[in-house]
């Protein structure tokens, strides 16, 4: 069993930043591939971001794409989510979650924290 906890989120204006982390809790943290998802009110959850097992290959949804940075470290046994330029439309509830695989599906990471809410005020 893998605990992931996220932090970071927070209230910001419109064009800030925020960066987002998720602290593991097994030193097997570098067998998993590690994404990033966000589900705003009333929507379905949605990928945001994934990185693979040696921070070597990210991935990112069109509509963060240039925006936000993944990134992990293994020593740390954490994952970190950079969000410049943010916009309202960002405004959600961010998981981190483990799987065996860098993919933008859901079902396919095994492991999820609880959240950690980012709003964007206009």
């Known amino acids: 069993q893998v605990q992931l906890v996220e932090s970071g989120g927070g209230l910001v204006q419109a064009g800030g930043s925020l960066r987002l982390s998720c602290a593991a809790s097994?030193?097997?943290?570098?067998?998993?591939?590690m994404g990033w998802f966000r589900q705003a009110p009333g929507k379905e959850r949605e990928f945001v971001a994934a990185?693979?097992?040696?921070?070597?290959?990210?991935y990112y949804a069109d509509s963060v794409k240039g925006r936000f940075t993944i990134s992990r470290d293994n020593a740390k046994i954490t994952v970190y989510l950079q969000m410049n330029s943010l916009k309202p439309e960002d405004t959600a509830l961010y998981y981190c979650?483990?799987?065996?695989?860098?993919?933008?599906?859901?079902?396919?990471?095994?492991?999820w924290g609880q959240g950690t809410q980012v709003t964007v005020s206009s």
């Open positions: 979650a483990a799987g065996q695989a860098p993919t933008t599906v859901d079902r396919r990471y095994f492991f």
């Open positions: 097994t030193r097997t943290f570098s067998s998993y591939h």
């Open positions: 990185i693979s097992r040696d921070g070597g290959s990210a």
